[in-house]
């Protein structure tokens, strides 16, 4: 205790120096991929004279300034180096924002796992037979309130802070008419006192952030090359209006959908996402998703970092619940689509289960 006061003045002496940089989004899983190295026994690149100054005998220049008259005289190459063309575009409707690269799924899939691993997530799963892939439970560190305490011990015991929320990321990747769609949903948790006494926590699932989303979605078009000004303009796009209602069919609630089936069977894809179900399998041919509701406690129970509540971490002892699966079809109706509920083998769900997911697919999809 006799040195703590000398540490604080230590500690109000180095924030001056700008240690750390706050930024908006700075997040950190468990683990970050390992650096780039250069193999032992690459060899150097060899020389290439296309871009050494010719001498005065072989093209009879013998000053720079006549020199730079003639490189102006000739056509530049990098004029055309680079395409005009556009490698990757924004879609909007709604609230929902989706990515379209010119690129097959197969050159997408590689980039995608990078860009999470390089934005500090560690990627909790992966199916190419889906097109998914998700991270793990990770916290913005931009949100640790900056303090002159956080700024210096925080460069050493980084560990001892901690925000309480926690965010997850699922990626799904489509076959476009036009190229490969990229949907990017948003999943958080926080953890809140249970007691008006403070001594127990729970675990909560927080709103999706669309403009999350949005964010990651701007970052992923720059890892694809797009200009920064391209894509600031393309987020910036006016928000559609309201396409899908609730009705009724054979005394069941329909969602019925201003759009036709391919971009309703996508858009439905990544509401599932959204609103907390894995879709397991799916088949486009039928426009059925195979779905089963994730409990976000026990999903959220994975996580590797534990938070700032860690040794009240009770829900360890719960053991994993198995919620049955679900069938949300998908079907054309003329210019217009339709989303239904069904139980496993296509029959009937009950009655409360199709108004609760046909109305969190409503608020989605609207």
């Known amino acids: 205790m006799r040195l703590l006061p000398l540490f604080v003045m230590v500690a109000v002496a180095l ?21 780039l190295e ?25 000053t720079l300034s006549a020199y730079s008259q003639e490189r102006k005289a000739t056509p530049s190459s990098a004029q055309t180096l680079l395409p005009t063309e556009e490698k990757a575009h924004i879609e909007r409707a709604g609230s929902q924002r989706w990515l379209v690269v010119q690129a097959t799924p197969q050159q997408v899939w590689p ?60 990626t799904r990747i489509e076959t476009g008419k036009s190229g490969t769609e990229i949907y990017i949903s948003h999943r958080g948790m926080k ?80 509401a599932l996402d959204r609103v907390g179900f894995a879709v397991e399998d799916r088949d486009r041919s039928k426009g059925v998703y195979y779905v089963r509701y994730i409990d976000p406690g026990i999903d959220n129970a994975s996580k590797r970092d534990e938070g700032i509540f860690a040794k009240l971490a009770f829900w360890r002892s719960k053991k994993a619940q198995t919620s049955p699966q679900l069938q949300i079809v998908v079907s054309e109706a003329g210019e217009k689509s339709r989303v239904g509920v069904t139980g496993t083998d296509g029959k009937a769900a009950d009655a409360d289960t199709q108004n609760r997911i046909i109305k969190l697919l409503h608020d989605e999809l609207k």
């Open 38 to 62: 250069v193999p032992p026994d690459l060899v150097a690149p060899t020389a290439d004279n296309r871009y050494a100054i010719p001498d005065s005998q072989g093209s009879g220049t013998a």
């Open 15 to 35: 924030s001056g120096c700008g240690i750390v940089e706050s930024k908006k989004i700075d997040y950190k899983s468990a683990g970050k991929l390992p650096t």
């Open 111 to 170: 980039v995608i796992k990078d860009f999470w691993q390089e934005n500090g997530f560690i990627i909790n799963m992966e199916s190419p037979e889906t097109g998914i892939i998700e991270t793990d439970w990770a916290e913005n560190r931009a949100k640790i309130p900056q303090d002159v305490i956080r700024r210096t011990i925080g460069k050493v015991f980084d560990s001892l802070y901690s925000t309480a929320e926690r965010d997850k990321f699922r």
């Open 191 to 270: 953890e809140v006192y249970a007691t008006e006494a403070q001594d127990k926590t729970v675990w909560e699932p927080r709103q999706p952030d669309p403009e999350l989303e949005a964010e990651m979605l701007r970052r992923l078009m720059l890892r694809f090359g797009v200009e920064k000004s391209r894509v600031d303009a393309q987020l910036a796009k006016q928000q559609a209006p309201e396409m899908a209602r609730i009705v009724k069919e054979a005394g069941a609630p329909v969602l019925e959908m201003d759009e036709g089936f391919d971009r309703a069977w996508r858009r439905v894809g990544l």
